[in-house]
């Protein structure tokens, strides 16, 4: 799996939607970045990201 992944990919590798992958780039609250207009998301750290939140 690639680190860093467009939107779409994200979502599939994720379980969750365009939108929330989205919205949460635009907020910085999904650790990204941004090359031109394509957000490309860090899996790995979104997903340690949401695990540290679960166990909190």
């Known amino acids: 799996m690639a680190p ?3 939107i779409a990919d994200a979502c599939k590798a994720t379980g969750l939607s365009q939108y929330y ?3 949460g780039c635009r907020d910085g609250t999904i650790p990204h970045i941004k090359s031109g207009g394509v957000y490309y998301i860090n899996v790995p750290a979104f997903m ?8 909190a």
């Open 4 to 6: 860093f992944q467009k």
């Open 21 to 23: 992958l989205r919205k």
């Open 48 to 55: 340690e990201k949401l695990n540290k939140q679960k166990r």
